[in-house]
């Protein structure tokens, strides 16, 4: 008991200094960013002292369970300059939050625990400077606040570097734990979470997030995957160059890639890059014919980080879940998924050059190109062929030849399902300077568009989501 005292008023004592240091620098001139970044990056090592120091997990989270207190008072009352922060940003708070769970829960894995706060204490750190100072390239988090691709990329780079480091030192990991693969993965999945944060909750996310992976990927996972994720990291970063995915895009890349490429083995390998690689090719294809009907959909072109999770997040899931299980049939739902998204793809993209007027698919009446719902004989033979193609391509990679008229199916019958869903529920709006449908909140000639049929909640990227959830499902039972 008299270690874990001495413990703690090293705690305060330690806390204390980095505090004043902060305070002095912002009161003699250095800007408030700074400041906050001197306290919130000296706090953060004190992650090594809470877990070297102390013998009780109970008494070592008594300083940062008071330091959520002490920051909700001083943010509530704004009595630090150094720590200011808008009235609805609680990132103060919640970083000593996110502290005190993991020092609680991870206190048998040091390793994980202690890495788990050097992302959010290094790597957000360095996302937020580099992004003040030569964010160039922004992009809109889930939440409305924009972030920065520069920013970003150094948020993984200094996560890398210092779980690493942090991986190295501390105890706690298997014996046979790749070190450097896990660190690459814990960064990638840091990065992803510092993306989507807002309103300063990045500061729960990010060391959750991180600590959460080094907890649980076991060794037999962590080379997969973190090959996996630099493979996406590269793919993405390469596709935002060409222009094929917008910054947060690249996120949801990450966020796809890194679970197939590195859990669903050649075939699963082969289907993702079949899928994107077509897909992102015909979006280019035909765009002087094809530019007055995609003016009317909600998104096009270059892929966001909710067009990417909506055709592949359910790919994603499938593959997390066969390399957790083992179970064959999440790799025929990954085909699934995938074979769906691409003839709903194909179909689009496709359809719209049908010499004749598409059809309504629940009255088959003719409509005009690009209405959401419509399918023309055209786009029934795209849809038909980009499922082949993923098809087989990932018989080519390995899968069973026999397999592949099933996933045909499956693609086909997810694209139906899309049609299905844009023709009955999904959200399409209205405009009455122009008398057309769109799938836009608002209109090309620059007027709000009225709610017309379907649920405003149910966009075009939800209803790609069940789209593949249809084809993963159908291809399941194959």
């Not at 629940?362 to 499922?387: K, N, Q, W």
Request: hydrophobic content about 50%; overall charge positive; some cysteine.
């Amino acid at each position: 008991m008299n270690q874990d005292v001495q413990a703690l008023l090293w705690s305060y004592g330690y806390i204390g200094v980095c505090v004043a240091a902060g305070e002095s620098a912002v009161r003699l001139g250095l800007s408030r960013d700074l400041s906050r970044k001197i306290i919130h990056v000296s706090v953060g090592f004190w992650i090594f002292g809470a877990l070297l120091l102390f013998q009780n997990p109970a008494l070592a989270v008594v300083p940062s369970v008071t330091a959520v207190a002490a920051n909700w008072l001083i943010h509530r009352e704004r009595l630090l300059k150094s720590v200011e922060a808008e009235p609805d940003n609680l990132g103060t708070v919640w970083f000593p939050v996110a502290f005190s769970l993991l020092v609680w829960l991870a206190w048998d894995k040091p390793a994980a625990a202690a890495g788990g706060v050097m992302a959010m204490a290094v790597g957000d750190a360095l996302a937020s400077l580099v992004g003040r100072r030569f964010g160039h390239h922004r992009y809109e988090t889930l939440g409305g606040e924009h972030k920065s691709l520069e920013g970003s990329l150094a948020m993984l780079v200094g996560t890398f570097v210092a779980v690493l480091g942090t991986l190295t030192w501390m105890p706690g990991l298997a014996p046979d734990m790749p070190k450097v693969p896990l660190a690459l993965l814990c960064a990638v999945v840091a990065t992803c979470a510092e993306a989507l944060g807002t309103k300063g909750r990045d500061n729960l996310w990010v060391p959750l997030a991180a600590g959460i992976v080094l907890y649980l990927v076991p060794p037999a996972l962590a080379s997969g995957l973190g090959v996996g994720a630099g493979v996406a990291l590269l793919i993405g970063v390469f596709s935002w160059a060409r222009g094929s995915l917008s910054p947060s895009g690249v996120l949801g890349a990450l966020l796809i890639g890194t679970p197939v490429f590195g859990l669903a083995g050649p075939v699963g390998v082969a289907a993702l890059l079949g899928f994107f690689i077509s897909s992102s090719a015909l979006s280019k294809a035909f765009r002087t014919r094809k530019a007055g009907v995609e003016e009317e959909y909600a998104k096009t072109g270059t892929r966001d980080l909710g067009q990417a999770m909506a055709n592949g997040g359910v790919a994603a899931l499938a593959a997390v879940l066969l390399g957790v299980t083992g179970d064959e049939r999440y790799a025929l739902a990954m085909l699934g998924a995938l074979v769906a998204a691409n003839a709903d793809t194909w179909a689009t993209e496709l359809g719209v050059l049908s010499r004749s007027p598409p059809r309504l698919l629940t009255t088959l009446r003719p409509v005009a190109p690009g209405t959401s719902g419509a399918v023309s004989g055209i786009g029934l033979l795209a849809a038909t062929a980009g499922a082949a193609f993923v098809g087989l391509v990932a018989a080519l990679a390995g899968a069973r030849w026999s397999l592949v008229p099933w996933l045909v199916l499956a693609g086909v019958v997810g694209s139906l399902v899309d049609s299905f869903l844009g023709a009955t529920v999904q959200d399409v709006r209205w405009c009455d300077a122009c008398g057309r449908e769109t799938e836009r909140r608002v209109h090309r000639c620059g007027q709000p568009a009225r709610p017309h049929r379907g649920f405003s909640w149910l966009g075009n990227d939800t209803v790609n989501v069940v789209a593949t959830v249809a084809g993963a499902l159908l291809a399941f039972w194959a």
